[in-house]
C-alpha cells in the first residue's frame, strides 16, 4: 500500500530511484512545491546557479564525466530559454540531460497570464525527447521515461526535457516509477552491412579515414581504433564534435578535422573513402561563398558505421576481427619535458606553458577558439588527462561545463581554457563554483576582442572599419576578469608574461578551491 | 538604374530608409557580411551587448522610450535563444524590435552543422511576425515588412523576427524596400458595440473598474482617464504589464493591479463590470492551489474596449463624449518635500529617500520587487517621470531595459530600482554602459537572497529548510555589485544606511554617465 504524496515528491523519488541525484537548479515560482519536495526528501544534491545557461552547462559537463545524467530545474519558458544554448551544446555533445522545467498550471495557461509562453516550442525545439506531464499520478513514469531517454555513457546520451506543471507538482495521487523503468535503452548493435562495407572499404585499396566520435574514442576504444589503422593503413581522425577526448601520454594522439574550412578540406581530400565511427559526416561549420557545405571530396563515399544509439565499440571490434587486428595497451612514451618559456604571452608559449603543468587525470575545458592553436601540436605530451570540447558552436559553454564537470569528478582538477568573448556569456558560472568550492583553474585567454570574428570579417574581403571593430572588440572598457571573479567569490590574479604564468598555475594547482588567471596576451 | 548591392547592403539602407538608426548587436560569423555592409553605408548607430540578453532587453527599453523600433543582431538559433527572456518581456510590453537573427546559408541547413538549430520553432516562440528571408532580392522588402509590423507608440509594437541566411546576406541583386513600405499600420478605430457596451456598463449602476494598459495610460491619455473616471465614479487601475507609465506631480497616481493573489482579488472584488483599455483582463499571475486564474469576481462582465492594434485614445474620446465629460489638465499638487530619513534601510526608507531624489523627466526602471513595497504611496509626489514596469516576468529585464532607454533618451537620468537575484541574470549589460557613457544610475536592492521565492515558499506551507535555502539564497558567497560594477567599467559604491544613500544618489545624480550603488537592506 503506497503512502499518499504529492507528484513533487514522487517526482523527487523516482529520479533518486532513477539514479540522479544531482540537481542544477534556477527556480521559480511555479516550482516551489517541487522545491519544498527535495527539502524533505534527502537524496539530491541541489547546485544552485545564477543564470540558466550556466545550469544547462553543468548538466552537460556533468554527464561528460560520469556518464549518467544530472537533473536541471529550470522556470517556466523564459527561464527555459535561458539555457536553450547550452542544451545545444549538450545534444551536439550527446550528453544526457534530465532537464526538468517548471510551468503554470495546466489549467492557468489558457489564461496567458505574463509570464505563459509558447512552452512546448521552444522545448521541442531544445530538446531530443519531450514531456509535458499530465497528472501527479503520472509524473513518476514520466520521469523515469526521462531518465532513460537521457541515457548512460559519454556519446550516447539525450537531453530529455519534462515540462512540470505546478498542479502536477501540488496534486495529490503522486505515484513512484515502477523499478527499473529508468534503465536506459540497451545500445543496438551495429549494423552488419556497414560493418561489411567498412571492411570492404578498408580493403578496397582506396584511400580510407576514419573519423571517430566520443563514444569511439574512450580510453577502451582507443587500443582498438589503433590497431584497426595500424592493420589498414588509414588514417584517424577525430570529429569535431568530440565531447571528451582522453589525451595525453598513453592515449591516441590525433587531431580533429579541423575548424577552417579550408584546412579540413586540405586534411580529407586525400581520401575517397570516410568511415564514421560515433559521429556525423564532417562538415564546414559554416558555408562560405564559393566553397563546399560538405569538407570531404565529392566523389568520396561515407559508412556510417555506428551512431549514437549503436555500440562503437562492439562496431570497432567487428572491423578489428575482420582485419585480425590485435589491440594492445598503446605505448606510453617517455616524459619529454616542455619548456620553461619566458616573455610575453603567445599561442605557442601558453600552449608550452599550460601543458607542461597539466596533472594527470586533469579534466581541460577547451573553449579556447583563436588562442589555442598551440595546443594540438603538444596534447599528446601532457599527463594522461581529458579534454571536453565545446561542441555545439553555442559560445560560452566552457565555463558551466568546467563547473559541472567538477561537481562530478570531485578531487580531479578542472583547468579552463577560456576565451575572453565567450566567457563574457556565462561569467555567473564562477559563483556557483565559489558556492562549491570546486577546485577550478580557469584561464582566461584575454585578447580584448571577439579575435574569431575578426578573422571572419577579413574573409569577406576588407580591414574591419569603425563600426565593425565597436562590434568586435572588448576595449572600451576592457573586461577586469580579476575584479569580476572576485566579486564573485574567486580569487585570482593577472599575469603579462609567460613565467608568471607558470608561477601562478603553479600556485593555483597547489591550492584548493576555485581560482581565475586572467592571461593577458600579446 | 540601382547599383548592384548585396542583400547585406540592401537590408542596411532599408533599415534606415523606415527610420530604424540604432542597432543592438551581437554578432557572429554568419552576420559577417552584415556588419561589413553596416560598415561601408553609415546611418545606423551600433552598440554591441556581451550578452543576447543584453541586447533584446535594450531594444526593449528604446522603444519604450522612442516609440520607435531599434534592430538587434543576434547570432543563430543558440544567439536567438539567449534573447528570448528579454523578447518575452518585450512583446507583454507590446513593445516594437526588429529582431535579425543570422542564421546559415540556406543550402548549408540540410548538412547539419553544429551549429545548425531549429530556428523556425525558436524564432516562432519568440516572435509576433517571423519572416525566413529568401534571397537577396527580397531581403530589403522583407526589413521594410518586418519594421511595419514592429509598428510604432508605446503599446503598439511588436517583435518581428527577420532571419537572415548568410547567402541572402552575401548574394547579390539586393534589392531596397519601396518607399512607404515600411510604414506602420495604422490603428483600427476601437469596435462600436464595445464602445456601446462600456458606456452602457458605466451607466448601468453596477460597480465598474477601468483597467488602463500602456496606450491608455500616456500623458496624453490621462486627463481622458482621469475625466470619465470623475463623471462616471468607476474607479482607475493600471494593468500589471504596463510598459511605461508617467507618474508624479501632474500625473495620474494610480496603483497597478496588485501582484500578490489575494490582495489582487480584494482590489477587484467589488467590481461586476470590468473595463479594459490596452490591456488584457487581469489574472492572476500563478495559480496557486484553490485560487482562481481571473482575479476579477467570477460573476464579473468584461468589456474589451482597446488592443493593440486599436486607437485607445480615440476609445477614452468615445467614453467622455458619450459621458460629457471634459478633459482637463491634471491637477499639479504643490510640492511636499519628502523626509530625509536616517538609519537601516528598509522599503520604506528606501522609497522615501529615492523619491525626494527623483530629477523631472527621469526614467525609473523598476524590476524592485519585494524590497520595492514602499514606492506605490510617494510615486504620486515625486517630480514628473516615466516609470518602466517589467511587464512579462521573465526576471533580468531590469538593467538591459535602462541601458537601451538611456541610449534612447540622451540626456535624461534613468533610474534603475534593481532587485539582487535578478540582476545577476543580466549583469553583462553594465558593460553597454559603461562603453557607451550612458547617464545610468543602478540601485542594487540587495537582499542577498530570492526573496519572492522565499515568500512564495512560504505559501507551500513550511519554513525553507537547508536544501530549499540553499537554492533561494545568494550568499555563500555574497555578490560584491561594486566590485562587479567597477571590473564592467561602471564605478559605484556600497551604501548602509538612509544618509549614506542619499548621499551616494545625490553625488551620482550631479555626475555623467553610468554608476551603481550597492544598497544593503537590512
Known sequence: MEKAQSGAEALVRSLISGGVTTCFANPGTSEMHFVAALDRIPGIRCIPGLQE?????????????????????????PGLANGIANLHNARRAESGVVNITGDHALAHVKYDSP??????????ASSDWLRISSSADEIGADAAHAISQAGAGVGHGRVATLVLPADVSWGEGGREAPAGAAAPQPLNPPDAGRIDSAVTALRSGEPCVIVLGTAALTVASQPLAAAISDATGAPLKASGMVAVQPRGRGRLDIAPVPYPVDLALAALEPFTRVITIGCPMPTAFFLYPGKPSLVTRPDASHIALAGRDEDCQAGLEALAAARDAEPAPLPVPPVTPFAQPEGAITAEGFAETVCGLIPENAIVVNEALTLGTGFPARAGRTAPCDWLHITGGA????????????????????????????????????????????DCLTLILNNRSYAILVGEYAKVGAEPGPTAMNMLSLDRPGIDWVGLAASLGVAGEAVMTLGTLRGAMQGALGRKGPYLIDVRFA
Open 53 to 77: 545557461n550556466t545550469v544547462t552547462g553543468m548538466a552537460d559537463g556533468y554527464f561528460r564525466v560520469l556518464g549518467r545524467p544530472a537533473a536541471t530545474l529550470l522556470h517556466c519558458g
Open 115 to 124: 509570464l505563459t509562453s509558447d512552452i512546448a516550442a521552444l522545448a521541442g
Open 395 to 438: 559560445i560560452g559553454g566552457g565555463i558551466p561545463v568546467a563547473t559541472g564537470a567538477a561537481v562530478a569528478a570531485r578531487g580531479c582538477r578542472v583547468i579552463t581554457l577560456q576565451a575572453d568573448g565567450s566567457a563574457a556569456y556565462t561569467m555567473q558560472a564562477l559563483w556557483t563554483q565559489a558556492r562549491e568550492g570546486l
